[in-house]
C-alpha cells in the first residue's frame, strides 16, 4: 500500500473512525484485480480511505461514486480526495444514502459493475432494492461486517438486547442475499464477514 494510504489508515483509526481491516483490503484488492470494474458505487464513505484504497488497485479506466451523510466525516473525506489527487477519479455524493441510492436509480440503472456497501448495518435491507437497480448483471456487491464477529450466527438469545435489532436485521440481510434468484452470493469469513454476491445474467 503506497506510504500515503498507510498515513490516512493511521490517521483514521486514531481518531476512531471505523475504515475497513486489513483483511477486507486484501479481499477487496484482490476482487478488483479479479473483477477489472469500470464504475464502483460505494455506500459509506467515512473519510475517504476506503475509496481512494480502491481507486490505487482498480484499472485506469474506472470511477467510484461514494456516499456519505455526516458532515464531519464528509469535511475530512473532500479534503483526502482532494491531497490524495483523486478529485477527477472519486465522486463523493453528500445526503443520506437512502434518498441518493433512489435518485442515482432513476437516471443510471445498472451503471454499476462494483458496488461495496459499508454503511449503516441495519440498513442494508432498505438500500437493496436500489441496490439491484444500480447493480448491472454480471457485476458484483460487496458487503463489510456482515458476520459481526460471528455474533450473527449464534441465536438471539445469545446477543445483548441492545444488540437484538442488528442481530436480527443483518441474519435477514443474510437470509435475502443467499436466497434471491437474481443473485449467486458467498459469505465469506474475513475480517468481520463479507459477502460477494453477482448477479446472474
Ligand atoms: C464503516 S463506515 C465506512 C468506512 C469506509 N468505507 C472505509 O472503510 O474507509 C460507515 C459510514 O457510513 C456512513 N453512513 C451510515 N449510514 C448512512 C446513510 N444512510 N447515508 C450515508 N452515509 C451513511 C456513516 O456516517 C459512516 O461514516
Redesign the pocket.
Known amino acids: 500500500m503506497p506510504k500515503y494510504l498507510e498515513v490516512l489508515e493511521k490517521a483514521?483509526l486514531f481518531e476512531g473512525v471505523?475504515?475497513?481491516r486489513k483483511e477486507t483490503q486484501t479481499f477487496l484488492r484482490f476482487l478488483l484485480t479479479c473483477h477489472k470494474p469500470k464504475r464502483i458505487l460505494?455506500?459509506?464513505?467515512?473519510?475517504?480511505?476506503?475509496a481512494i484504497f480502491m481507486s490505487e488497485y482498480m484499472p485506469s479506466d474506472c470511477t467510484i461514486t461514494t456516499?456519505?451523510?455526516?458532515e464531519m466525516?464528509l469535511q475530512k473525506a473532500r479534503k483526502n480526495i482532494k491531497e490524495a489527487s483523486k478529485s477527477a477519479k472519486i465522486t463523493l455524493l453528500e445526503g443520506?444514502?437512502?434518498v441518493l441510492l433512489k435518485e442515482l436509480a432513476g437516471k443510471e440503472e445498472k451503471a454499476y459493475d462494483f458496488i461495496f456497501m459499508?454503511?449503516?448495518k441495519a440498513?442494508y435491507m432498505n438500500f437493496l432494492p436500489e441496490i439491484m437497480r444500480l447493480l448491472c448483471p454480471g457485476g458484483l456487491l460487496i458487503t463489510d461486517n456482515v458476520l459481526q464477529d460471528g455474533t450473527v450466527a449464534q441465536s438471539r438469545f445469545g446477543v445483548t438486547r441492545r444488540d437484538r435489532t442488528i442481530h436480527t436485521r443483518m441474519r435477514e440481510y443474510l437470509y435475502t442475499l443467499t436466497h434471491m434468484e437474481e443473485l449467486e452470493t458467498a459469505v465469506v469469513p474475513v475480517g468481520d464477514g463479507v459477502t460477494v454476491s453477482t448477479k446472474k445474467a
Do not use: M, N, T, Y
Open positions: 483514521a471505523p475504515i475497513i460505494e455506500v459509506g464513505a467515512a473519510v475517504g480511505f476506503s456516499i456519505e451523510k455526516v466525516r443520506d444514502a437512502l459499508d454503511a449503516a440498513q
